[in-house]
């Protein structure tokens, strides 16, 4: 009798172990946005916390291995340049998504409407809603207006070029 207890509990413990796997392997369908953990991630770029739940990006890539990942950024100007420095920008299979600016949903951001002037995480200024609006940008509109506002703002370590220093006379 005794063994027979042993393996009904042995089976429903393989049983139960089984349920588990499977259920751990459906947390990501390897598509579409994750979850982001607020306030405790940071962004892939520029390294700030993911704190703005209406203006934050995500780009998913497929990797050589065939699985899928998912980079998280506080402002679709911070994806947008990161993505353009990596082989899969081109790519038909990433996907980049936005929060809506208005909702915080989640949105395909090449079919956005951006809209500017929203004052965003690192200052790029757009945000995107998924109904076309009056004066809206689209995705290649809102990528040349981040490119811009970089060539504009963000000369990163060109205050260090003494070449650039004409208006203040160093000599005393």
Not at 78 to 89: F, K
Request: glycine share 8%; hydrophobic share 35%.
């Amino acid at each position: 009798m005794m063994s027979r207890v042993r393996v009904l509990y042995l089976s429903a413990v393989a049983l139960m172990s089984l349920v588990l796997v499977s259920l751990g392997g459906c947390g990501d369908p390897g598509t579409g946005p994750i979850d982001v953990k607020w306030d405790r991630v940071s962004c892939e770029r520029c390294r700030m916390v993911l704190s703005d739940r209406k203006h934050s990006a995500q780009v998913r890539v497929q990797e050589a291995d065939g699985r899928s990942r998912v980079y998280r950024f506080d402002d679709i100007g911070c994806a947008v340049i990161w993505l353009e420095d990596n082989a899969w920008r081109d790519d038909p299979a990433t996907e980049i998504w936005v929060t809506d600016w208005r909702s915080g949903e989640w949105i395909d951001a090449r079919t956005a409407t951006w809209i500017t002037g929203r004052v965003t995480p690192m200052e790029y200024g757009l945000g995107a809603q998924s109904e076309p609006a009056a004066g809206g940008l689209d995705y290649a509109q809102a990528k040349e207006h981040i490119f811009e506002v970089e060539r504009r703002f963000n000369v990163h370590g060109g205050q260090l070029d003494p070449v650039q220093d004409h208006d203040h006379d160093h000599s005393h």
